[in-house]
């Protein structure tokens, strides 16, 4: 946004049902002085996934993974592909998996097939160190993060998680919640039915 990174591709609040888009692709001004050993971390969700066999082999990967439940919520609430079920850059990519949306009609199933299509390539492409939840991200100010990039020295920083975003509570937690508990699948490597559970009574209307 106006040449400078965002912290979410989407607006907070919904307009209209759902989060809008705001960003578009520009020049980014990097006005910070570097080391000759600055790290450059870039995040592209459903690209990377999809070439992680071929990107491992070359370069140093994280994933990142969030409860499973705050993920659906969130794709509910989103003006993006996915809220339909759908992947673009995955499916370019990974034939298979454009394959299994194209056989199911149902929204959620689709979002459930796109949810454990990237559980499990991190589970199968990354090595148990390479992977971050983000509850502890975010409980860790960002010190999980900065031990894994060999910086642990580095400062804590305020971060506040969105896992129980006030929009989220607008979607049917009920309904995703039994989806996810009655298809399990490779969330369940990073992720217990309690801890969604749990964050199913957070999200519960008040």
């Known amino acids: 946004m106006d040449g400078r990174l965002a912290d979410n591709v989407v607006d907070a609040d919904a307009v209209g049902g759902l989060r809008r888009r705001r960003l578009a692709q520009a020049e980014i001004d990097i006005d910070k002085p570097l080391s000759e050993g600055f790290s450059l971390l870039i995040k592209h969700n459903a690209l990377f996934a999809a070439l992680l066999p071929q990107v491992v082999p070359s370069f140093r990967c994280i994933g990142l993974v969030r409860n499973p439940l ?62 971050l939840r983000y509850e502890e991200l975010v409980a860790s100010g960002g010190k999980a993060l900065f031990r894994m990039l060999g ?41 217990s039915r309690t801890d969604c559970d749990a964050l199913a009574e957070r999200l519960a209307p008040t």
């Open 151 to 191: 910086h642990a020295n580095a400062e804590r920083v305020p971060l506040t998680s969105r896992n129980d975003h006030a929009v989220y509570r607008n979607t049917d937690i009920d309904r995703l919640l039994g989806a996810l508990r009655d298809n399990g699948g490779a969330w369940t490597r990073f992720y």
């Open 70 to 131: 705050a993920v659906l919520a969130s794709w509910q609430t989103v003006d993006l592909p996915i809220n339909r079920g759908r992947i673009p850059a995955g499916e370019q990519f990974d034939p298979d998996l454009r394959a299994a949306l194209d056989r199911d009609a149902d929204t959620l199933a689709r979002q459930l097939t796109v949810i454990n299509w990237f559980f499990a390539r991190y589970g199968d492409e990354l090595a148990a160190g390479g992977i």
